[in-house]
């Protein structure tokens, strides 16, 4: 399997990260170049064996469904690029 | 004592703060000393006098008070993957530029609360993304150890390069890591210290910025196993913020270093006998192995038939993941934002931003990450990767069944190279430093890095042990009977 040009601008597009037009073909290079090497997974012989969902056998931990944090406003914009009147702000999404 | 206290060892250092014959603060000093004069070696990426000095006064109130846990007034260096309150902690990507956390990650609070100091945040590869620290937005960190006769800029590896260059250069007494994929062992290797991962789940994740989550596993970089035993009981604990992190009771891990493996049997995998291995790592795993035959242990030879996929699973898993855990990078609640230009959306901000703050690393590996998880590759890629791992996790498992207590094996495929020596090469090139450790993450085992020689150059060599899940106690003692019998000892010489 190979990633073609049209292949590596659609995964671009989906990972939202903007690739130029001339980096492309490099790019779908470097991808396929990763496939193949992961193409060796072919040669598994996988019958029966259910996919690794966790590496330790144990059952996750559950906690009490109560509210432990909060009233942090300010805390949690401090970090934003742009926060206005306590809120994230963003380019217009909706016209 | 306070001259050259930098280069004492963690647990030195304990036993000389607890008689008092050094303070705190003169360690702290000392250590401030070196870092600062350690520029060369960019193993620093933001510094912290102010704090360390703060907790070092903190710590010799403690001292003289009595009763001071191991750790109080022992300065270290952090990782800059750690989230750390209201220092910069960008895991070495512009994407982060800025970014000062409003909370404490689980194990940088915990040290503190055993009275660590802080001297600063170390170098990385970008978010862990890297075996030779060259993908850090802080330029390459630089390895204390040259070739003889030779000033080439060496790699002190990666992920965690500058941990790695900190410790062996004595900018701090010990260092925090994290390893995905051998990010603690591969540096620890190539710049002759100890570095341990920790069984997954042992050590809290929380606040730790994620790489691929299923790997991720924080750990100690350290100039001793002993001293590694110290930062190991206070970095781990169950925690309730993070769910995969288990409850199990911390043992005392320095007491288990009784350097007796008599009786104990040691698996020799045929399977990492690579072909092209350089003759001089065979040599030093012969030597290793004898040295542990020497101490009574008992040596078989065992194998683990689906090593060599270990790396192609490694390969889908950790950038699936990845994909995922980095969408979060969006321009919108931290970190950089692109400038947009005029009519520009939500879209764009969002492919601006991402294409402006991931390096080419990263980029590569999120765009692997989508195509193995995007709608029809799924099972023919993601599916069957963890399919391999739970047949490469049931290898380990037979063998452990079978009687073995730990599991030799060469640490890195080579000695460390040079700083852009590998630029040109294919990136699947550079995924080969982590040939011996990959496994151990697929394995969720606790694994240990130990440094056993030099090799013809003058670079040292270090060999892995791997242990049964949760055993990391039975693990540092062979591993302590290994840097007992190796006797390392040798220093970079200074020039930076």
């Known amino acids: 399997m190979s990633i073609d040009i049209e292949t590596a601008r659609r995964v671009a597009k989906l990972a939202r990260i903007r690739v130029d037009e001339a980096d492309l073909p490099a790019l779908a290079g470097e991808l396929s170049g990763i496939l193949r090497f992961m193409e060796q997974l072919n040669e598994v012989d996988v019958t029966g064996t259910e996919p690794m969902t966790s590496v330790t056998p144990m059952r996750l931990k559950r906690r009490a469904d109560v509210v432990t944090d909060g009233n942090i406003q300010g805390a949690i914009l401090k970090n934003a690029p742009d926060a206005r009147e306590g809120f994230f702000a963003v380019p217009k999404v909706v016209e | ?496």
């Not at chain 2, 100890?194 to 989550?213: D, L």
């Not at chain 2, 769910?243 to 043992?251: E, F, H, K, Y």
């Open chain 2, 1 to 496: 004592m306070s001259a050259g206290a930098n280069t004492l060892t963690v647990a030195a250092a304990r036993d000389a703060l607890r008689k008092r014959e050094l303070s705190a603060v003169d360690l702290t000093m000392a250590c401030l000393t070196a870092m600062d004069a350690g520029d060369g070696l960019n193993a620093f990426a933001h510094k912290t006098p102010e704090i360390a000095l703060a907790q070092a006064r903190a710590a010799d109130a403690r001292l003289a008070a009595g009763a001071a846990p191991d750790l109080c007034g022992i300065p270290l260096g952090i990782k800059d993957l750690f989230c750390t309150r209201g220092v910069a902690s960008q895991a070495a990507s512009n994407i982060l530029r800025g970014f000062r956390p409003e909370y404490e990650s689980t194990v940088t609070a915990q040290l503190f609360a055993a009275g660590a100091v802080m001297l600063g945040k170390l170098n990385m590869d970008e978010f862990a993304m890297g075996s030779s620290n060259e993908t850090s937005c802080y330029g390459d960190a630089v390895n204390p150890w040259r070739r003889a006769g030779d000033d080439t800029a060496l790699t002190p590896g990666g992920s965690s390069g500058g941990s790695a260059s900190a410790v062996a250069a004595d900018l701090c007494l010990a260092a925090t890591g994290t390893d995905t994929g051998g990010s603690i062992r591969q540096p620890a290797a190539f710049t002759g210290i100890v570095g341990i991962k920790p069984t997954y789940g042992r050590v809290s994740r929380w606040g730790i910025i994620a790489f691929a989550s299923s790997l991720d596993q924080a750990g100690p970089m350290t100039k001793t196993v002993r001293d590694a035993t110290l930062l190991l009981g206070a970095m781990a604990g169950h925690d309730p913020k993070d769910s995969t992190s288990a409850d199990l009771p911390v043992p005392d891990f320095e007491a288990a270093l009784t350097g007796d493996i008599r009786g104990k049997t040691i698996g020799i995998p045929r399977e990492y006998r690579m072909d092209g291995m350089p003759a001089e790592i065979e040599a030093l795993w012969v030597h290793g192995t004898a040295m542990l035959k020497d101490a009574g242990a008992r040596i078989v030879d065992i194998s683990l038939p689906h090593t060599k996929y270990a790396l192609p699973a490694y390969y889908v898993i950790a950038p699936a993941e990845a994909s995922s855990n980095l969408a979060r990078y969006d321009g919108v609640r931290y970190g950089h934002r692109a400038k947009l230009a005029q009519g520009d959306g939500i879209t764009e901000m969002y492919e601006k931003t991402r294409a402006e703050g991931f390096g080419k690393e990263v980029q590569r590996r999120v765009m692997i990450g989508t195509y193995v998880l995007s709608a029809g590759f799924y099972d023919a890629y993601y599916n069957r990767a963890r399919k391999v791992r739970a047949l490469i996790k049931r290898d380990f498992d037979l063998a452990f069944a079978a009687g073995v207590d730990a599991i030799l094996t060469p640490a890195t495929p080579s000695s460390a190279f040079g700083l852009g020596e590998m630029a040109h090469a294919d990136p699947v090139e550079m995924y080969l430093n982590d040939v011996f450790t990959v496994t151990v993450n697929l394995a969720g085992l606790p694994g240990i890095a130990v440094p056993v020689g030099l090799d013809a150059k003058g670079l040292p060599l270090g060999l892995q042990l791997i242990g049964k899940p949760w055993q990391e106690a039975d693990l540092l003692n062979h591993a302590y009977v290994l840097e007992q019998a190796a006797g390392f000892v040798a220093k970079a010489p200074k020039w930076w």
